[in-house]
């Protein structure tokens, strides 16, 4: 797995376990200087899968639910369209891995994106583009 997307998954996966929305894991992560740790591991143990990772984080970052209900379920298809949105992102403002996604995470449409009831995670890549560079 690519050093991205293996960041966007781990990011939209822990989001699903713990029921928190994405861009909120991805500052925490930030915060936490989890994601810097996640390239350096995936150096070190390129081989490990997701559940290595979200072992791992687990074990260094506590965050708690913000709500009753499952509302993240769809991280699977979060994943594949933030990974085509950040790779957009990469390309148009050359950024790397770390800065396309926190210019995605960090912006008002990610917040948008991370809640399954207003489907905007069915939306193209192309439409998240434009609405996070109109931010």
Do not use: W
């Amino acid at each position: 797995m690519e050093q991205k997307t293996l960041i966007i998954s781990c990011v939209e996966y822990y989001s699903f376990l713990k029921n928190i929305p994405g861009n909120k894991v991805f500052q925490a992560f930030q915060q936490a200087s989890i994601l810097t740790m996640i390239q350096e591991s995936h150096t070190n143990f390129p081989e490990m899968d997701l559940g290595f990772y979200v072992g791992m984080i687990d074990g260094m970052i506590a965050l708690e639910s913000d709500a009753d209900e499952n509302d993240y379920a769809h991280y699977e298809e979060r994943t594949s369209l933030i990974s085509q949105v950040v790779s957009m992102l990469e390309q148009k403002y050359q950024l790397d891995i770390l800065g396309a996604c926190s210019m995605y995470y960090k912006s008002h449409t990610a917040e948008m994106v991370s809640e399954d009831r207003n489907g905007f995670y069915q939306k193209t890549a192309t439409e998240i583009c434009a609405m996070v560079e109109e931010e």
